[in-house]
């Protein structure tokens, strides 16, 4: 019913920077807050910043500075400013999206994740 489309990863040197989108598509939804989360290898998934339908956003300590996250509610898309990146930001990053989906017979509420978009920090 609802898709997100990640994009805007790649390879980048230490220092660089990166900007990954999420598009949110499908019919008849809303969608409220918005996270990018990313999993490294062997390491478990952790919310890397989130931004609510109004705009609150929150980041990981060890982002907070370097990452911004935005979005634009016409486009139901999401965006995550990586600046100043790191070789341990290397990893994949997901979009999640918490969502009301308008059935016409009853709203439910759903939470969606992107494919996933890998990010690679080396020289």
């Known amino acids: 019913q609802v898709q997100l489309v990640e994009s805007g990863g790649g390879l980048v040197q230490p220092g660089g920077s990166l900007k990954l989108s999420c598009a949110a598509s499908?019919?008849?939804?809303?969608?409220?807050?918005m996270g990018w989360y990313r999993q490294a290898p062997g390491q478990q998934r952790e919310l890397v910043a989130f931004i609510t339908s109004v705009g609150y956003t929150n980041y990981l300590d060890s982002v907070r500075g370097r990452f911004t996250i935005s979005r634009d509610n016409d486009k139901n898309t999401a965006y995550l400013q990586m600046n100043s990146l790191k070789s341990e930001d290397t990893a994949v990053y997901y979009c999640?999206?918490?969502?009301?989906?308008?059935?016409?017979?009853?709203?439910?509420?759903?939470?969606?994740w992107g494919q996933g978009t890998q990010v690679t920090v080396s020289s």
């Open positions: 999640k999206a918490e969502v009301t989906v308008f059935s016409g017979i009853a709203d439910s509420a759903a939470t969606y």
């Open positions: 499908g019919s008849r939804f809303a969608v409220h807050s």
